[in-house]
């Protein structure tokens, strides 16, 4: 039963009237039949919604690997690091183009300012004033070329030191340090578990009522039931299997909650008719399930069920062994007590006759 389901319970609660029985005094509720959301229960995966692997994006022999498998990474942190010879020889020589771009650049505009003088005072011909117009074009394309190629310089330097794109796990380490990477060479492989889903394979008869309601719940390894805030439906069948697939988001950071770990779904399909009874009433004794009844007379009677699910948390669903208007006691220990009483005044009742 998924946590969205408990406003229905609390809307029954009223139904099971807590009375005191008249001969026994004992507190008991009275079987009633209610309708409670239709449940259906499947199993799903746990996926991660960061993973990824890592490649390297320039070429360098590996110098240093921080992390191995199993380790925790915070986002950000230094993963691994190539060596950066040819990546630094590349910024320097980058940025002495740059500093030439500049010097060029101051030059072309030096010049084009003294020929526009003198061609404003009719000193030299229009083509002179044309050709220092292209210069400083020229040098201006210069230096705009100069200082992308930097900026390229730049990245790759820092494409040296591989960082972790998020807070995760290493999952797999994909190279030694003195190998040689070049770009695209995978380098270490990792899943976030602040952010998980579950998949479920969901059959196609089932699919329409889901879609439609949209209300799921997921069972955690403790086993509690959390609420699924978003439910995100494929719009295609697998042929092959003839179900849909459903993603289930759970709530960030969850605990003792993995990648590839087999948990239970529960979807909403509709509602159906169920008895109710509290679940304080319910003895369990060895693979005995029971409750203790309480007739119109008074007399207590110790009777076999079998259950259904959980109806919120204190309640519960009753399949087979009582009818609606059955009454059950709530203190299983004193019904108990008063059933020995009762039993015992009954052997002595037959011993007088």
């Given at each position: 039963?998924?946590?969205?389901?408990?406003?229905?319970?609390?809307?029954?609660?009223?139904?099971?009237?807590?009375?005191?029985?008249?001969?026994?005094?004992?507190?008991?509720?009275?079987?009633?039949?209610?309708?409670?959301?239709?449940?259906?229960?499947?199993?799903?995966?746990?996926?991660?919604?960061?993973?990824?692997?890592?490649?390297?994006?320039?070429?360098?022999?590996?110098?240093?690997?921080?992390?191995?498998?199993?380790?925790?990474?915070?986002?950000?942190?230094?993963?691994?690091?190539?060596?950066?010879?040819?990546?630094?020889?590349?910024?320097?020589?980058?940025?002495?183009?740059?500093?030439?771009?500049?010097?060029?650049?101051?030059?072309?505009?030096?010049?084009?300012?003294?020929?526009?003088?003198?061609?404003?005072?009719?000193?030299?011909?229009?083509?002179?004033?044309?050709?220092?117009?292209?210069?400083?074009?020229?040098?201006?394309?210069?230096?705009?070329?100069?200082?992308?190629?930097?900026?390229?310089?730049?990245?790759?330097?820092?494409?040296?030191?591989?960082?972790?794109?998020?807070?995760?796990?290493?999952?797999?380490?994909?190279?030694?340090?003195?190998?040689?990477?070049?770009?695209?060479?995978?380098?270490?492989?990792?899943?976030?578990?602040?952010?998980?889903?579950?998949?479920?394979?969901?059959?196609?008869?089932?699919?329409?009522?889901?879609?439609?309601?949209?209300?799921?719940?997921?069972?955690?390894?403790?086993?509690?039931?959390?609420?699924?805030?978003?439910?995100?439906?494929?719009?295609?069948?697998?042929?092959t299997s003839n179900t849909f697939k459903v993603?289930?988001?759970?709530?960030?950071?969850?605990?003792?909650?993995?990648?590839?770990?087999?948990v239970k779904s529960a979807f909403e399909t509709?509602?159906?008719?169920?008895?109710?009874?509290?679940?304080?009433?319910?003895?369990?004794?060895?693979?005995?399930?029971?409750?203790?009844?309480?007739?119109?007379?008074?007399?207590?009677?110790?009777?076999?069920?079998?259950?259904?699910?959980?109806?919120?948390?204190?309640?519960l669903a009753v399949l087979a062994g009582l009818?609606?208007?059955?009454?059950?006691?709530?203190?299983?220990?004193?019904?108990?007590?008063?059933?020995?009483?009762?039993?015992?005044?009954?052997?002595?009742?037959?011993?007088?006759?």
């Amino acid at each position: 039963m998924t946590g969205r389901a408990l406003s229905l319970v609390l809307s029954f609660l009223l139904l099971l009237a807590l009375t005191p029985s008249s001969q026994a005094e004992l507190a008991s509720a009275e079987v009633r039949q209610v309708r409670v959301p239709r449940i259906f229960r499947l199993d799903g995966v746990v996926e991660a919604i960061n993973q990824s692997t890592i490649s390297a994006q320039t070429s360098g022999q590996v110098e240093a690997i921080y992390y191995d498998v199993d380790d925790v990474v915070e986002k950000g942190a230094l993963l691994v690091k190539l060596k950066d010879t040819e990546q630094q020889a590349a910024l320097r020589k980058a940025e002495a183009e740059l500093r030439a771009a500049r010097a060029v650049l101051r030059d072309a505009e030096s010049s084009y300012r003294r020929i526009k003088d003198l061609y404003d005072r009719k000193l030299v011909a229009k083509s002179e004033l044309d050709s220092a117009q292209a210069a400083l074009k020229t040098a201006r394309a210069k230096l705009d070329s100069a200082t992308a190629a930097l900026e390229q310089a730049q990245e790759q330097l820092r494409y040296t030191r591989v960082t972790a794109p998020y807070t995760g796990i290493v999952t797999e380490r994909h190279v030694q340090v003195g190998e040689v990477a070049h770009p695209g060479t995978p380098l270490m492989s990792g899943i976030s578990l602040e952010q998980l889903r579950v998949s479920v394979d969901v059959p196609q008869s089932l699919i329409i009522p889901i879609r439609q309601k949209r209300k799921a719940g997921v069972e955690l390894p403790d086993g509690r039931w959390i609420d699924v805030k978003k439910v995100t439906i494929f719009p295609f069948a697998d042929p092959t299997s003839n179900t849909f697939k459903v993603r289930l988001e759970l709530p960030p950071k969850l605990e003792n909650l993995f990648p590839g770990m087999l948990v239970k779904s529960a979807f909403e399909t509709g509602s159906m008719p169920a008895m109710v009874v509290p679940a304080a009433a319910v003895v369990y004794r060895s693979e005995v399930t029971a409750v203790y009844t309480i007739d119109e007379d008074g007399r207590i009677s110790f009777r076999h069920i079998r259950l259904g699910g959980p109806l919120g948390e204190e309640h519960l669903a009753v399949l087979a062994g009582l009818q609606v208007g059955d009454r059950v006691a709530l203190d299983p220990v004193q019904a108990g007590v008063e059933l020995k009483k009762q039993r015992a005044q009954q052997m002595q009742d037959a011993g007088h006759e």
